[in-house]
């Protein structure tokens, strides 16, 4: 039989597949891949007004008692922070004791919005200023924390100049103090209602970088996902990617806003949670639209606090801050916002767990791909492996695993 070419000459094929090139740019245009820089497991937002000399320094030491006091030892830990490996609580409670003595907070969000009513413009603007003065003078001495910020106010109120002006002072005098804007600075943008309030941001940053001197692009900002219109617009199309064209490529992320949401949805108070399915479809939405772009997630807060020292009342909030943190794991949340200090116990505790549980088998697997072997009769797929790796670069960069410990 006499072999013969193909069928399609070289020209035709270049001709078919010519769109292929444009596609391609544009796939990577949309999906540009996910961010390489360090993300923090936690947020801490703290209004103005109390970000002081010592917050960072009584963090620390509140922490550390609240953990001494209530979770003595890894019996304890394991009964406060429902786990049933007592081995697991061991090895995890020694990680959590370290990192609240070297790195209590991983981001601090100075908060002018929800979490600061009731003052009038001057006196946000001296808060605002006096944070930020606290936060450069920590940066320059090294006891701040590797990222930090301001959340301003919604543009919805009718206080967008003020949410403006605070922008303005903050990174204006983080500059003044500090000569350069520390690379964790971070932004935060709430209960946006219009996906031309993005772009009026965005416009905002533009214009500040102008006037100050910055790089273009320089400040990037993070878009709380609280209304239902920053999920679905007027005309029923999902917008979440539209506040990410609208950026212009300033979002640096979105964080969702539980509070907001479920109470906009009319659900009533005792259904306002991270767990609520609400909450877990926007999280979903969120998920597919940013999957693969340089956009990163954060969950939402558990408005659940101490209402006194009794151990029983504090393990209270950390088994109901615990299992919403470990909800939102499960559905590849990896970061979280917390509004009290004990919130940073049960917040490590359940990503150190969550991190920790099998990594030894994680590390021979990834050292078996390395020699091209199978792990315990596994043969990864590259995939696997790059989801592997992530897992260890993460528990070593927010302290849940010591890279020097063998």
Same mark, same amino acid.
């Given at each position: 039989?006499?072999?013969?070419?193909?069928?399609?000459?070289?020209?035709?094929?270049?001709?078919?597949?010519?769109?292929?090139?444009?596609?391609?740019?544009?796939?990577?245009?949309?999906?540009?891949?996910?961010?390489?820089?360090?993300?923090?497991?936690?947020?801490?937002?703290?209004?103005?007004?109390?970000?002081?000399?010592?917050?960072?320094?009584?963090?620390?030491?509140?922490? @550390?008692?609240?953990?001494?006091?209530?979770?003595?030892?890894?019996?304890?830990?394991?009964?406060?922070?429902?786990?049933?490996?007592?081995?697991?609580?061991?090895?995890?409670?020694?990680?959590?004791?370290?990192?609240?003595?070297?790195?209590?907070?991983?981001?601090?969000?100075?908060?002018?919005?929800?979490? $600061?009513?009731?003052?009038?413009?001057?006196?946000?603007?001296?808060?605002?200023?006096?944070?930020?003065?606290?936060?450069?003078?920590?940066?320059?001495?090294?006891?701040?924390? =590797?990222?930090?910020?301001?959340?301003?106010?919604?543009?919805?109120?009718?206080?967008?100049?003020?949410?403006?002006?605070?922008?303005?002072?903050?990174?204006?005098?983080?500059?003044?103090?500090?000569?350069? @804007?520390?690379?964790? @600075?971070?932004?935060?943008?709430?209960?946006?209602?219009?996906?031309?309030?993005?772009?009026?941001?965005?416009?905002?940053?533009?214009?500040?970088?102008?006037?100050?001197?910055?790089?273009?692009?320089?400040?990037?900002?993070?878009?709380?996902?609280?209304?239902?219109?920053?999920?679905?617009?007027?005309?029923?199309?999902?917008?979440?990617?539209?506040?990410?064209?609208?950026?212009?490529?300033?979002?640096?992320?979105?964080?969702?806003?539980? $509070?907001? @949401?479920?109470?906009?949805?009319?659900?009533?108070?005792?259904?306002?949670?991270?767990?609520?399915?609400?909450?877990?479809?926007?999280?979903?939405?969120?998920?597919?639209?940013?999957?693969?772009?340089?956009?990163?997630?954060?969950?939402?807060?558990?408005?659940?606090? =101490?209402?006194?020292?009794?151990?029983?009342?504090?393990?209270?909030?950390?088994?109901?801050?615990?299992?919403?943190?470990?909800?939102?794991?499960?559905?590849?949340?990896?970061?979280?916002?917390?509004?009290?200090?004990?919130?940073?116990?049960?917040? $490590?505790?359940?990503? $150190?767990?969550?991190?920790?549980?099998?990594?030894?088998?994680?590390?021979?697997?990834?050292?078996?791909?390395?020699?091209?072997?199978?792990?315990?009769?596994?043969?990864?797929? =590259?995939?696997?492996?790059?989801?592997?790796?992530?897992?260890?670069?993460?528990?070593?960069?927010?302290?849940?695993?010591?890279?020097?410990?063998?």
């Amino acid at each position: 039989m006499t072999a013969t070419g193909p069928t399609l000459d070289q020209a035709t094929i270049a001709a078919l597949l010519a769109p292929v090139a444009a596609g391609d740019a544009a796939a990577a245009a949309a999906w540009p891949g996910p961010s390489r820089t360090r993300q923090p497991v936690q947020v801490l937002y703290v209004p103005a007004d109390r970000v002081t000399d010592t917050l960072l320094a009584d963090l620390r030491t509140e922490s @550390l008692r609240l953990l001494d006091t209530h979770a003595p030892d890894p019996v304890a830990f394991a009964a406060a922070m429902d786990m049933a490996d007592v081995d697991l609580a061991a090895r995890v409670r020694a990680r959590v004791a370290t990192k609240l003595a070297s790195e209590p907070v991983e981001d601090l969000r100075v908060d002018v919005e929800d979490g $600061y009513l009731g003052r009038d413009a001057a006196t946000e603007a001296h808060d605002v200023e006096a944070a930020a003065r606290t936060l450069a003078a920590a940066h320059a001495d090294g006891t701040a924390p =590797p990222f930090f910020g301001i959340r301003v106010k919604s543009f919805t109120d009718g206080l967008a100049p003020r949410s403006v002006a605070s922008l303005d002072r903050f990174v204006t005098t983080l500059l003044e103090v500090g000569g350069d @804007l520390p690379a964790g @600075l971070r932004i935060t943008f709430p209960k946006i209602v219009a996906v031309e309030h993005v772009a009026a941001f965005a416009a905002v940053c533009d214009r500040l970088e102008s006037a100050l001197g910055l790089p273009q692009g320089r400040l990037r900002f993070e878009c709380q996902i609280e209304t239902t219109a920053s999920v679905i617009g007027a005309d029923g199309r999902i917008v979440l990617r539209d506040l990410r064209e609208a950026a212009e490529g300033r979002l640096a992320a979105v964080h969702l806003g539980v $509070y907001d @949401l479920t109470a906009g949805l009319g659900l009533p108070p005792g259904e306002q949670r991270p767990e609520h399915p609400a909450c877990d479809l926007v999280r979903q939405l969120m998920q597919l639209t940013f999957a693969g772009t340089e956009v990163e997630r954060s969950d939402g807060s558990v408005n659940a606090v =101490p209402a006194s020292d009794d151990t029983a009342e504090v393990v209270r909030v950390w088994r109901r801050h615990t299992a919403a943190v470990r909800h939102g794991l499960a559905g590849g949340e990896v970061q979280g916002w917390d509004l009290h200090v004990a919130h940073l116990v049960s917040r $490590y505790a359940t990503v $150190y767990a969550h991190l920790l549980d099998g990594i030894d088998d994680v590390l021979a697997r990834l050292r078996a791909w390395e020699r091209g072997e199978a792990s315990g009769g596994q043969l990864d797929e =590259p995939a696997t492996v790059r989801r592997l790796q992530a897992q260890v670069d993460r528990a070593i960069a927010c302290g849940a695993l010591d890279p020097h410990a063998g």
